[in-house]
């Protein structure tokens, strides 16, 4: 494998990204906390937001990473530079942005296949002015003199732009060079032999133990559930619980599609529980804390049916494992995701966890090996707190019913005019809000409803989608003929930051 140390670089996962993208496994470890395994093939330093010219900036110790060939991208260029007696100074201008390869020395391997004039992308603020004595010049830009570099005699090399982003247009070439021909990294992390290799290592985890898991109809779970079903069969049970905040016909539809896939599930309608335990909140971190701990509640309940069960199988993915690297002190929460955190504490049970090395694009490659079939694997993401952080003030049966109908037809008609595929995730708010209309000759007073669609990558950031008016017009005309109770639709054009995917 290949260890990616991190320095807080924000484009640190999409080093990892792309070195998986060759097939070659990676893990990203904080620079100051990593173990040198004998599977390590190489070694890559990230950027960072620090400079290595300010006091108490990151540093480690190179010597811990012995022969093993290692890449620093920018700040990790910068520091092998400076450990090295070179020196790194201050830019006059920050080196932000395209630039071009003026010269390219291609003897070294790292830039093999790459052009004079390949356009990298350069995001720094300092730069290296002079090598150390035994650093070989591989590649300058008209602006910066020290583009990349090697240490003569050693498999260390440095390149001060990110090969990483899609704006270097050749950097998966030079992410190939070091990761495979360097490193001599085999290329064999491919989904099918994840399935294999997680399926056996299942098989001898669990032996004859029973795993109860929470199955939510997204993504995540479903794959979890799947390779775990694979390992054990019958000892896996799946519990789905309607907590009354789902989408129009959810909890039906997607308990029989994962009968259909063999899973020995337990569908458990605690609709009623929930309505009662949430009226009359109306604080969005309030009603998340309710929806989490009532879950939790439900599900502590049902697997505690389940004799002698050991496990808990979550759908943990790696995002959510990175230990991040936090130079800007703590970050603030703006919303509190994980809704089901505290299920392993409460439960007294062991945790299988077969995704926490998988990202999301590669959590969808497995289910289609694993054959799960496109419906499941192509669904947007829904928060854990599904409709209750849709409606916007206090919950009630009644409100659950409009936002259910507002949301199907919006949602149907993405899927019947080819648009569900390119947005990444859509859904309707029903707002606090009543407003005046008129039905006939009748003056109505009822309720605003909110369209959201958004396109992003990972949730983090998003744009709203630009749907086409036609659509949004026969959506708008739909919703206030065929949902009583809504008498106006907006369509929302926020992006994130500085708004949220949702509302609350
Ligand atoms: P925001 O609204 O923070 O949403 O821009 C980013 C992504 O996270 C989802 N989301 C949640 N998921 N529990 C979840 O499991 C939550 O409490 C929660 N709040 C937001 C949201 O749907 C979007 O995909």
Known sequence: KILILDFGSQYTQLIARRVRELNVYCEIHPFSKFEITPDVKGVILSGGPCSVLDEGSPDMDMEELGELPVLGICYGAQLLVKKNGGTVAKSNHREYGRANLKTVDSHFDLLKEIEIGSQVWMSHGDTITNLPDKFQLISATESIPVAAYKIEGKPV??????????????????????????????????????????????????????????????????????????????????????????????????????????????????????????????????????????????????????????????????????????????SVTIKSHHNVGGLPAKMNLKVVEPLNTLFKDEVRNVGRSLEIPDFILGRHPFPGPGLGIRILSDITPEKVRILQDVDAIFINGLKEEGLYDEVWQAGAMLLPVQSVGVMGDERTYENVVALRAVASLDGMTADWVHLPYEFLGRISNKIINQVKGVNRVVYDISSKPPATIEWE
Request: with cysteine; net charge negative.
């Open 157 to 330: 090399y440095g390149i001060q732009f990110h090969p990483e982003v899609t704006h270097t247009t050749q950097g998966k070439i030079v992410l190939r060079n070091f990761v495979v021909h360097i490193c001599g990294a085999s290329q064999d992390w491919t989904p099918d032999i994840f399935v294999e290799e997680t399926v056996a290592n299942l098989k001898k985890q669990l032996g004859d133990d029973k795993v109860v898991l929470g199955l939510s109809g997204g993504v995540d779970s479903s794959v979890a559930a799947m390779l775990i079903h694979q390992a054990i069969g019958k000892n896996l049970y799946c519990i789905f619980v309607d907590n009354g905040l789902l989408r129009k016909d959810e909890f039906e539809g997607v308990l029989k599609s994962y009968e259909g896939l063999g899973l020995n599930v337990k569908g458990v309608d605690a609709k009623s529980r929930f309505y009662d335990e949430l009226k009359g909140a109306s604080d969005p971190e309030k009603k998340r804390k309710i929806i989490g701990r009532v879950f939790i509640e439900v599900f502590d309940e049902e697997a505690k049916s389940i004799k002698d069960v050991k496990w808990l199988g979550q759908g943990t993915i790696y995002p959510d494992v990175i230990e991040s690297v936090s130079v800007n002190g703590p």
